[in-house]
């Protein structure tokens, strides 16, 4: 057989390069950069390309497996599987009611179109409670900080990269993570842009960062954000440099956001954040002064005790400096699907509508927090969580306390995980099935066009026909909704939703509705659609298909949008709620414990991925799970490069080996995630290094409250020397 070459793009992070994939005999041969992908244009990462490695890998789970008494698995036919599982769902449902079901969904769940709505089908369909996710170590924050800003869960302003002449970032380093909650491909020569055309690019980090060394740095201390945001407000209100002009015409509570920050000068809050007053005054000032400015943070800022109110804060700072909604400012892209339109009209996904059994959580976009499932399942009551399932996600390794969840999912009646690998967390469920690969499903990119600077889209059928028995999510979801009777999309329904035709099959009953035709008429009906002909140019599924490399549909994000994206009455940015003056009042550095001096941060590596590539060879070869530790401290703690260290903090406590360097600010200590396997990934395991979030806490206490973010980002820790 002759080798096939297949445009298709990478599903594993935000800025879905285009890759040229070689197929013969129906098995993958290579992976490489797409020449003709007109925005990543020949650049893929490491991890992009190693994918061939966990496409073919030979530890991936390809048929069904049920766990024995003896705790290993055995492969059971589909049919088997759902009709057992199908089976206990509906004693379990009998018992204590469809209250007692969740779901856990995590990250790569997001890069497929058909998976995210047959959750959310399900969920609307079965009437889940209990649904958890990436997102609440990730990014909910920022979606409640949109909430409270703009009335909208889902508008999120992104950095207009290509036009701003400053570009403030807080904890992010897109160099190695290639950027998130903004789509570019290329990133890196994005940011050099900037600073080519005599622009600024400030990077607000606890640790000089890949991207930090490439640009300025201003070494923070970590969770501390909150209060030079505050800081910078307050100098440019106080010597009156504030856009007054585009705060009349954009935004409602200035006076109180002057007035709650006031308290907050640079002298004030210095011994906080370990800025020098005077670097905070200038960059105040040269902020206000910049032309174009766009402000942008990301997990750094999203990780800590007040999550929500620093990513406020940020886009507050873009208003008051007059660079909300314009060029090169912080600007609001058109979504794919006008989910923050039908959302405006329907109410389907919300926040705080419903509040969680334990911990009094408001839900974000339909979830809870997912620092409270493992108490959610063994706290006895009603709407106990009883049945859970998981779908790309690895919670023992990502959310915080694995110890706790781990030994809660032993306690689940049944546990169902769909996934690659028996991975960390999935290794003790009831049940593994095998889920396709992103080559193996067709797919569009839909929540990620409104977050590019340069708007584009790409859709790709599938590569290779699934390998051994996988199959894709979303159909192992609607074999699960009809075990317990219900319907994920029923076409009538669906439809009327959408505005669109109104159909009903044939006898009644409402006709299943398949991702793709779903797919279609959403990209038909959404802001850059044809509206079934009635715009030229608009999108289409058939229209995508003549461009298999991907499209631009724009060569920029359209500004002056405010008044159209603002779902609050006035139409203003709402800047001072009631939440976040209430957040900035009650603002207080913990005390320092001598006990746990120092402070923990994340940071990601070029060639890993959360907690789940760590199985391909050629990116786990020659590589140690390392802490990154400042001379200083290492020295006071009696620890040189190299050594094995103890980690512990109030929670937990890990070892792993100890890297000396002094970027590192002093009191800081970085330890990457997703390290420690155990499961079914053999290199992954043999790799070693522990799982960090065994030192964070899922304390009630610790979880934040407006969004129900883990707090993984500056915990408080201790450092020993291992003995030899
Ligand atoms: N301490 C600390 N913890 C963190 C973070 C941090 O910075 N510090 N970051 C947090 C962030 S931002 C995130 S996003 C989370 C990630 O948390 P999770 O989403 O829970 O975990 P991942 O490590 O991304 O694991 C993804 C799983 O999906 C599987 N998988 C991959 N592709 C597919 C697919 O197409 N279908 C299916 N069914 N399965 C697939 C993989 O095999 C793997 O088991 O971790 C969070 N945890
Ligand atoms: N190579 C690679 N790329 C990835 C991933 C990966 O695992 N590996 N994961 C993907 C995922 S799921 C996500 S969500 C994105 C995340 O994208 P980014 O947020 O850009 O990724 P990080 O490298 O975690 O950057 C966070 C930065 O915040 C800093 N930081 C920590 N605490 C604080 C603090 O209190 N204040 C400030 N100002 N900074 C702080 C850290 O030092 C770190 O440099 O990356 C995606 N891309
Ligand atoms: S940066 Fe790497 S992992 Fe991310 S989409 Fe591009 S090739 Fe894939
Ligand atoms: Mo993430």
């Keep these: ?429 009831d049940y593994v099935l095998p889920a396709t690969t992103f080559l193996e499903r067709d797919d569009a990119p839909l929540p990620f066009t409104a977050l590019a600077p340069i708007p584009y889209t790409q859709y790709t059928e599938p590569v290779l026909a699934p390998y051994g028995e996988a199959r894709q999510e979303w159909e192992i979801i609607d074999e699960l909704a009809r075990q317990i009777g219900v319907q994920p999309f029923a076409f009538g329904a669906l439809s009327r939703m959408l505005g669109a035709v109104r159909r009903r099959a044939p006898g009644g009953r409402a006709a299943r509705m398949s991702p793709r035709v779903l797919l279609d008429l959403a990209l038909r009906t959404g802001p850059y659609g044809d509206r079934f002909g009635l715009r030229r140019n608009g999108i289409s599924l058939r229209m995508l298909r003549r461009h298999p490399h991907g499209l631009v549909l724009a060569d920029r994000i359209e500004t002056g949008v405010l008044r159209k994206v603002v779902r609050h009455k006035d139409r203003r940015v709402s800047l001072a709620p009631d939440e976040i003056t209430a957040e900035l009042r009650d603002l207080t550095a913990p005390a320092a414990d001598p006990a746990y001096p120092l402070r923990v941060i994340g940071m990601r590596e070029l060639k890993s991925h959360n907690s789940w590539m760590h199985n391909a060879d050629s990116l786990i070869a020659r590589r140690e799970h390392a802490a990154r530790i400042h001379p200083k401290d290492a020295a006071d703690a009696g620890i040189a490069d190299g050594d094995r260290c103890r980690v512990t903090s109030a929670h937990g406590s890990i070892e792993l080996t100890a890297r000396l360097t002094d970027d590192m600010t002093e009191g800081t200590v970085a330890i990457p995630h997703g390290w420690g396997h155990s499961g079914g990934w053999r290199r992954a395991t043999e790799a070693g290094g522990a799982n960090v979030n065994l030192l964070m806490s899922s304390d009630i206490a610790d979880v934040e409250r407006l969004a129900g973010m883990a707090h993984l980002n500056g915990v408080p820790i201790r450092l020993d020397p291992v003995p030899a």
């Excluded at 407000?233 to 007054?244: K, P, T």
């Excluded at 909300?324 to 609001?332: A, E, N, T």
């Excluded at 329907?346 to 409270?372: M, N």
């Design 1 to 429: 057989m002759t080798a096939r070459e297949v445009p298709t793009y990478c599903r594993i992070c935000e800025p879905l390069c285009g890759l040229i994939a070689t197929v013969e005999d129906g098995r993958l041969v290579q992976l490489r950069p797409d020449r003709d992908h007109p925005l990543s244009r020949g650049f893929a990462c490491p991890k992009g390309i190693a994918f061939t490695e966990v496409q073919n890998d030979p530890d991936r789970v390809l048929h069904p497996l049920r766990r024995t008494a003896d705790g290993s698995f055995e492969r059971v036919s589909w049919e088997t599987a759902f009709e057992e599982i199908g089976a206990r769902l509906r004693g379990i449902i009998e018992a204590h009611g469809r209250e007692s079901l969740g779901w856990y969904f995590g990250n790569p769940s997001s890069f497929s179109y058909s998976h995210t709505l047959w959750i959310v089908g399900f969920q609307l369909a079965a009437g889940l409670r209990h649904v958890y996710s990436a997102g609440s170590q990730d990014v909910n924050n920022r979606f409640v900080a949109s909430h409270l800003l703009y009335g909208s869960l889902t508008t999120v302003p992104v950095p207009d990269l290509d036009r701003t002449d400053f570009l403030l970032m807080l904890g992010a380093n897109p160099i190695v993570s290639h950027g998130s909650v903004v789509s570019a491909p290329r990133i890196r020569d994005k940011l050099s842009g900037i600073t080519k055309r005599g622009g600024r690019v400030v990077v607000v980090d606890p640790r000089r960062t890949e991207t930090a060394r490439l640009f300025e740095h201003v070494g923070v201390r970590a969770d501390t954000d909150a209060w030079l945001l505050a800081a910078l407000l307050q100098v440019i209100f106080a010597e009156r440099l504030e856009d007054a002009a585009a705060l009349r015409d954009q935004a409602s509570g200035v006076a109180e956001l002057r007035a709650a920050v006031a308290g907050f000068t640079p002298e004030s809050t210095a011994p906080v954040t370990g800025i020098d007053p005077e670097v905070v005054r200038a960059l105040a000032r040269d902020l206000a002064a910049a032309p174009r400015a766009a402000i942008y943070g990301r997990t750094g800022t999203c990780l800590g005790r007040h999550g929500t109110l620093v990513a406020f804060l940020i886009d507050a700072l873009a208003a008051v400096t007059g660079n909300l909604d314009r060029p090169g400012g912080s600007v609001f892209g058109k979504e794919l699907v006008a989910v923050s339109e039908l959302n405006a009209r329907l109410g389907l996904v919300g926040y705080g509508q419903r509040r969680s059994r334990v911990g009094d959580f408001p839900e974000v976009l339909r979830t809870f927090p997912a620092a409270i499932m493992a108490k959610e399942i063994t706290t006895p009551g009603p709407g106990r969580l009883r049945a859970l399932f998981t779908s790309a996600g690895n919670p023992v390794q990502s959310v915080p306390g694995s110890d706790e969840l781990a030994a809660a999912l032993g306690q689940l009646d049944l546990f169902v995980s769909i996934d690659l690998y028996l991975n960390d967390s999935n290794r003790t469920a």
